[in-house]
């Protein structure tokens, strides 16, 4: 399970790491479960953004893999063209990550939305690296 703790430490580092890209963006954290553990909208992210920074993360919670990593299953002509419509709906675009302890266990999944897609993706790379720091 992720702590206090470390949700804060990701918040912080999803900061950092926004701050030298010049973006604003909306921060979610989100235990095993896909619940909310942390969140932070800085200061200009986009109202919009705020449940797509919550979807990221849970679509990579519930299937323990980068929210991007679902597109080529959901996209149309895909295998599963309707995946995106499941679970309450899902977010298929970078910016969502598991988050994995030392042994593998999945212990929550970092979200981010605000900038470019592939912004988003290296703030929540910084964010989750922030678990072996």
Same mark, same amino acid.
Do not use: C
């Given at each position: 399970m992720i702590?206090? $703790?470390?949700?804060?430490?990701? &918040?912080?580092?999803?900061?950092a790491?926004?701050g030298?890209l010049g973006?604003s %963006? !909306?921060i979610? %954290?989100? /235990?095993?479960?896909a619940?909310l553990?942390a969140? %932070? #909208?800085q /200061?200009g992210a986009m109202l919009g953004s705020? /449940? &797509? @920074?919550?979807?990221?993360a #849970?679509t990579?919670a519930l299937? #323990?893999?980068p929210s991007e ?7 149309p ?7 995106? !419509? +499941?679970?309450?709906?899902?977010t298929?675009f970078?910016?969502?990550l598991?988050?994995?302890d030392a $042994?593998?266990a999945?212990?929550?999944? %970092?979200?981010? +939305?605000?900038?470019?897609?592939? $912004? /988003?993706l290296?703030?929540? $790379? @910084?964010?989750a690296? @922030?678990?072996s720091?």
């Amino acid at each position: 399970m992720i702590t206090t $703790q470390q949700a804060q430490a990701l &918040i912080a580092a999803a900061e950092a790491h926004a701050g030298t890209l010049g973006v604003s %963006v !909306n921060i979610a %954290v989100l /235990d095993a479960g896909a619940h909310l553990k942390a969140f %932070v #909208r800085q /200061d200009g992210a986009m109202l919009g953004s705020i /449940d &797509i @920074a919550l979807s990221k993360a #849970r679509t990579s919670a519930l299937f #323990r893999l980068p929210s991007e990593a679902l597109w080529e299953y959901a996209k149309p002509g895909g295998p599963s063209p309707g995946l995106g !419509n +499941s679970n309450g709906g899902l977010t298929v675009f970078p910016g969502g990550l598991p988050l994995l302890d030392a $042994q593998g266990a999945l212990i929550g999944a %970092v979200g981010i +939305s605000g900038g470019a897609p592939s $912004q /988003d993706l290296e703030i929540a $790379q @910084a964010a989750a690296a @922030a678990l072996s720091a």
